[in-house]
């Protein structure tokens, strides 16, 4: 009987002394005689960045004759330092993905039958020009909103700008990091970014709130985690699940979901009440100490016990020790946010005025600054000056820094406080990135132009009226990429192998539909490299360099205030600001509260979602070459728990939500890993697109199952764990 | 010179870089694997451990798919890895049958074919496919017979461990951590 590949096989131990004494069974002259084998695939490396993610590794593309063979990380790029991801590794799968879109589309059918017929270039872009300029003139440019996700979504910010609109609503925002974003530019004057400015290499000890390392793979920051971990720097785990960051821990505190607000507001009180705080650094730079000292008196660790289900001696050995490496003693501000609404900004307060006590912003082993690299800009003219957004309503989430892409949603099913007609989406599948699909669905209806310009056809490509097959990275130049990272600089994104079919790149279909629209003086170059040479000349790049090494790094600057970082705040103080003037005059509360979420009622489990190392979201889940990989479309849920229900491990399932939304099939997998009241998704699964032939119908889709959020008023991010659901067996 | 695979498992998150550069690096067919990881859950909540290790091919100093293959075609290479020569393969699977660790699979080209420790890029003095990729630097080879490697250092310090030592092949893939 064969043995399987993937089972366990026991570990035992040996030591070097065995391991050398041990001689060697073979004989030279035998081996001699034999050939080992070369199998060629090192070919010709080109230098570009990836686009996997959102975190823009340099990469080298080997191509051995016409051929992409595999990807590398680029050495000389200080996001990948010659490592590189999975999904990085892995994305010779979506070059030569046999479900690629390859021809201009146009809908045949009605939204969502995935009905099209193949047409022209020039058909597609008379088409969507020709009613652009109809929706121009019978509503107004600002009709027309672009919902986009990745760098490539630059050509058409810079478009749509030109035509007049800035309905440009990323879900990256609202249904992603806002939260945190919003909540650390109240307190710092600026968000922790994209990459996030975390020196973890250096951090004593790390604090990662929901913040799954190592399954979330962003490559720089994994690559600090484990020097963190191989360090032995004291890593406290906040996860009502047992993720690989939590098996690395000294600590998992295995939290009731929605209670991390209480835990944060403990651990601040127990810093503060025994003056465990950076007192130097606190005083030079904070402002509101002393109405913080006074609020957090009440949230004591024996009231954040009964909230979090932690015992209350743990919540302060642990709040000594994170106190005790300051300041190289970070607490992670995560980067998907939107949790629970009312608690998000909050939440993310807390987590940065934490941060604030232990002076980690701008110390080594904290919150690094870089300095980034000035870019020059090639003249274009002027953009009109467009409407404001139609996002909110007046008074509504004043704190958002990007329109909301579900503002934008109703304001195209309502028409206010203008109608929106139009919608362009590059990069992301709206249908799985929004929440409460009907609505989106609903609104989809309602339009009179839906653009999709994509690589791959998602779902919300079977709703498109016209669906424009883009060049996927590795086949096309984007608009320079800046590096802000210990080291600063700028990358060059540059095609590897031509696009299959008549794909075309991002900036060529902007360019086409710019001159079209009569937009043409916008862009002012025939070709991508051209207007690429002229912005590196404007900016004292050399363009063959770039183009050589991928990568052109600044001289050094100081990043922390150990190597002579000046550190300035850019809030209306000047401050890092504890106690927050911007949110009292707004009607909120000027330190972070609590709220508590809703209980899970009987028989149900909150839903939770996360990310596995080998996905970005639903986008990689049709790469063939990833798709084989460990099986993570399975539902996580406690193992009694699944066996009270009756459920063995990789039983077939189906959740239903609270409003009765039943999802796909999907297997279980029962582990000790999770607590009993709570399942956890990996997101991205469950494809319903037909044109998606490996995905489809893999695992189950848990944003379709995210039917109710809880808005965040301070800034209108949805929150999105707040659904329950029941497991039904199924035959 | 022997060659080993020191891999440390404290640093490794499981996230199989290493198997899609594996997979590209030697052109292994679809749904075949010279590399694998695999990841073994102890104990109860709250007190749990998670093992994560990455494998493959132990190059054992013992192995029974040398002394098993009957044509020859394993075999030991200079630095000690063990090594398929596929113009002796039959395809016969002899030593598939004693490898313990089912560490090989049957090419659709019609021999046998398993990690080779990437043996050509070792050659040119750069690390393994698996090695270069690993955003953790998890993975280490190199000559234990080398005082002053690496792979030598590490484990002399200790807290080794291979996968089925009862086995008895002795593997030069080690773990540490």
Redesign the interface.
Known sequence: MPLSRRRFLSLGAGTLATAVAAKLAFSRSAAAAHPTIDPGTDGHAVSTVCEVCFWKCGVEAHVVGDRLIKIRGNPRHPLSNGKLCPRGVGAVGLAYDPDRLVKPLLRVGPRGSEEFKAVSWDEALSYIANKLEDLRKKYGPESVALFNHGSGASWFKHLLSAYGTANFGAPSFAQCRGPRDVAFELTFGSDPGSPEILDIGHSDCLVLIGSHLGENMHNTQVQDFADAVARGADLIVVDPRFSTAASKAKTWLPIRPGTDTALLLAWIHVIVTEQRYQRAYVEKYTSGFDELAKAIVEYTPEWAAAETGLDAEVIRATARRIAGAAPASLVHPGRHASWYGADDTHRSRAIAILNALLGSWGHRGGFFRPSGMKLAKVPTPAYPKAKPPADRREGEAPFALEPLAQGLRRATLDGQPYPIKGWFVYGTNLIQALPQREETLKAIQALELLVVVDVLPAEIAGYADVVLPEAAYLERFDDLVPIAWHKSGVALRQPVIPPPGEAKPGWWIARELGQRLGLGAYFPWTDVEGYLKERCKLSGIDYATLARDGVVLAPDKPTVVEDGLALTFATESGKIELYSEKLAKAGFSPLPKYERPDGVPAGYFRLLYGRAPAHTFGRTTNNRLLGELAHNDRVWINAKVAKDLGLADGATVRLVNQDGIKSAPVQIKATERIRGDCVYMVHGWGHTAKGLRYAKGRGADDAELVSRVKVDPVMGGTGMRVNFVTLQKEA | M?R?MVI?M????????C???C?????VP??A?RD??????K????T??????S?RCNHC???PC?TNCPT?AS????D?TV?I????CTGCRAC?ASC???ARYVHPDGFVDKC?LC??RL?KGKPTACE???????ILTGD?DDPTSLV?LR??R?D???????AGT?P?V??V?
């Open positions: 022997r080993v440390d404290k640093r490794c998150v499981g996230c199989e870089a198997v899609v550069a997979k590209t690096e030697n052109r679809d749904g694997y694998w990881v695999v990841q073994e859950t104990g109860e909540l709250p749990l451990e998670l093992l994560i290790r494998q100093t013992n192995a040398v020859g075999f030991f290479h200079v000690g090594q020569d596929r113009d002796r598939m313990p660790y089912d080779t043996v050509h050659a270069e990729v690993c955003p953790t630097s998890a234990l030598h484990l002399k200790g080794v461990s291979v996968v089925d030592p009862e002795k030069n080690f773990y951590g």
